[in-house]
């Protein structure tokens, strides 16, 4: 398995990334597109964290592997039974565009408390749902996958062990549904 080191600067809306030690810069847009990719001469002056990308459309946090998701896997969600897709997006968020088929809305501000503090009976009586144990998939969902990738960071965090991040989120799901 291909594996790259990564390391990441995030300032303003530029991302800074050390690729097997070559530095190059570039623009990060809301629709989660590359652009203006150029050599640096040095290494930014900027904290960094590692991230871990393989062939396997994976991302390594911590040494777990967040699962990247994408339309057609998403649009396969067809109930809880094989998953549970959350939304991360704030509740007028999802007035202003709507809503994922099947998903649940947990604000990523309240993730972690619903995940980790909530009894079973409380996150059933708050979202509908049964509480996912730690093995139980959990698919996070935001409007173009910065969020949800936050989010399964927290749930892996806690010990969710089967995280996925649909990359691209709400943007991606409206214009799949337009084609």
Known sequence: MTSQILRICVRSHSLILNVNSKCLQTAVFSNMHLRKLKRLDRPPLLSTSTVTINTQQSVMMSGQKIKIMY?????????????????????????????????????????????????????????????????YPLV???????????????????GYRNVSNYLGGWNDWAKNMKS
């Open 71 to 135: 339309y057609k896997e998403v649009k396969s969600i067809k109930d809880t039974k094989c998953a549970l897709l959350v939304d991360v997006r704030e509740p007028k968020e999802l007035q202003e565009t709507g809503v994922l088929p099947y998903s649940v809305n947990i604000p990523l501000g309240q993730l972690e408390h619903a995940l980790n503090k909530l009894s079973n009976d409380e996150f059933k009586r708050l979202y509908g749902r049964l509480k996912p144990t730690l093995d």
């Open 140 to 158: 996070f969902s935001c409007k173009s996958g910065s969020r949800s990738q936050k989010a399964a960071e927290i749930a892996q965090k806690l």
